[in-house]
Structures are given as C-alpha cells and as structure tokens.
C-alpha cells in the first residue's frame, strides 16, 4: 500500500509539473507566438514521457505483485527498508526533469527578453526614420520655397529684358524720327532762303519797271 502510495504521489506531482507546463505555454512564457520551439522543451516532454512510461511499469509490478503475494504482510517492502526514501534512479529523474522544467521556463523568459529587445530596436528605427522623414519634409518645403522665389526672379529678369527690348526699340525709333526732323529742318532753312532770294528779286524788278514806265 505505501508502494501505492508513493506513485500516487508522483502521479500527482508529475502530472501537476505538466499542468504548469501547458499553463506556461498557453500564457506565451516557454514558447511565444511565432518563436521556433526550443530544443530544451522537447527534451523535457521527453523526459515527461519517459517517467510516465516508467511510473506506468512500476505500478503495474506494484499490482502484480499486490495479486501473487510476494510481498506478504509482515514483509518489508524495498520503500520501508530504505527508510521510506524514493529510491535513487527516481530522485535522479526527478532532478533531471526539474532541471528540464527550469530550462525550459529560462528559455521561454529569454525568447520574451528577445522580442522585447527586438520591439525596442524596431521602435528606436522607427523613430529615425519619422526624424529623418521629417527633416526630408522640412528641407522639401525649404527647397520648395527657394524655387518659387528663383522662379519669381527669372520672371521678373524676364519682364525686365522685355522691358528694354521695347525701350531700344522705342528709342530707335526716336532716333530715326529725330533725324527725319533734322533733315526738314535743312529743307525749311534752303526754303526760307530761296524765299528771301525771290523777293530780293521781285523788288528790283519793281523798281526796274517803275523806271521803264517813266
């Protein structure tokens, strides 16, 4: 009975370390979503395995032997005579899973150390690129800003130099009209003259005919 006893307990310990396990895993501590299963976890579900298989065997001899007898009333069983210790192959198993259990939590809290490190990155680069996006916006609207003012100016460069083309233009066009007044002028002075001319001598014949008609 106290053999009974014992593997009960370990049933019920084991089966709690698996029900801690699949708790861990479903909160996202041993495996989170979207990480590679650890090697550790599998060694663990192995080990797992391995004492049910092995918990199952005992407690099968446990029973055969309760059936045949073998272990009588009075006789101690191998529990009693070591003091009612777990034997020594099951504490080392127990150790070995313990430790299995342990790294693979360590492991699962790593991977949630990881993609915090990797959101942390990934938050940081994201800020540098919204910096840099910005101080791209804040020179485009500078560079923006200095080619309306550029094209202002050429427009103004432009209306300029239309403005002295039509001065040169308006300006030859004086100077021809400004010779073609001299030149008149010339014609009005030889006019006068030849003017003056004729009535010099239109009075001498006045005076020539007054003597002939005398």
Sequence with gaps: MITVFVLFLQEVSWRSRIANLQKSDLLGLTHPPGAPRPADRRDAEDSIDFEERAMERRRARARRRERLGELGDNEPSAEERSGGQVP???RY???????AL????????????NYKKLFEDLSREN?????????TQRTVSVTRIELEKATQRQERFSDCTALLELEKKERVVLERRAAELEEELKVLGD?????????????????VISKLSK
């Design 88 to 90: 020594q192959t099951d």
């Design 93 to 99: 198993t127990s150790i070995r899973s313990n430790l």
């Design 102 to 113: 342990n790294d693979c939590v360590m492991a699962g809290g790593s991977g949630v150390k």
């Design 127 to 135: 800020s540098q690129l919204q910096s840099q996006l910005q101080e």
């Design 191 to 207: 006019l006068k003259a030849d003017n003056q001319r004729l009535k010099d001598e239109n009075g001498a014949l006045i005076r």
